[in-house]
């Protein structure tokens, strides 16, 4: 994990040093988005909301250098068999360093984004299947790893001032090892700047 940050880091120290950025004519670019989606941890999943933000700079050739900040979190819903499974209650927090390819001098149009970094999953609560286990207890999860998180959308021409609206689906994963990962996956609709 060390690596990746580390490589983050320098990724971004290039972006902010870039002349390239004070030229396109915007050295900031924001966006904040929420939506709905799904979570996967310890192999049961439920719907849950996501709330994400992100901060840029351009960088040569290559779009935005961003950090990324991404929430999730559901809990069970609705009616279970009394033998099934219980997702319970979990959450799943992601801040991403990495690349957004996206058109810098237009701000509008597709854009695609790969970020590493570090997460945090919490699972209480959760029930595994009376067919698996008479002690059907999953045990509860608070844990750190890294994390990866891809994304891909579209973000309009025009939107209230200077903003844009943007549409997007987002995908952050947890990688925990001997734990399975923890997956968090929806669609959003935000602004962008």
Not at 101 to 113: E, V
Not at 114 to 131: E, F, M, N, R
Not at 173 to 188: C, D, F
Request: net charge neutral; charged share 10%; hydrophobic share 40%.
């Amino acid at each position: 994990m060390n690596w990746a940050l580390a490589a983050g880091l320098i990724t971004l120290l290039v972006a902010v040093s870039n002349p390239s950025a004070a030229s396109s004519g915007s050295a900031l670019a924001v966006h904040l988005e929420g939506g709905l989606g799904g979570t996967a941890v310890s192999g049961l999943s439920t719907a849950g909301g996501f709330v994400g933000a992100g901060i840029g700079t351009p960088i040569r050739h290559a779009g935005l250098a961003v950090l990324d900040f991404g929430a999730s979190a559901g809990r069970e819903h609705g009616v279970y068999i009394p033998e099934g499974p219980r997702p319970g209650t979990r959450s799943l927090t992601t801040l991403l360093l990495g690349l957004e390819a996206t058109d810098t001098g237009r701000t509008c149009g597709p854009f695609g984004s790969l970020g590493l970094g570090i997460g945090h999953v919490t699972l209480s609560d959760a029930l595994g299947s009376w067919a698996d286990s008479p002690n059907n207890k999953i045990q509860p999860r608070n844990d750190w790893g890294f994390a990866v998180g891809v994304g891909a959308g579209y973000r309009s021409s025009g939107g209230p001032g200077p903003l844009r609206m943007q549409l997007a689906f987002r995908t952050h994963t947890l990688l925990k090892a001997g734990e399975g990962p923890a997956v968090a996956s929806a669609i959003t609709l935000g602004f962008a700047y």
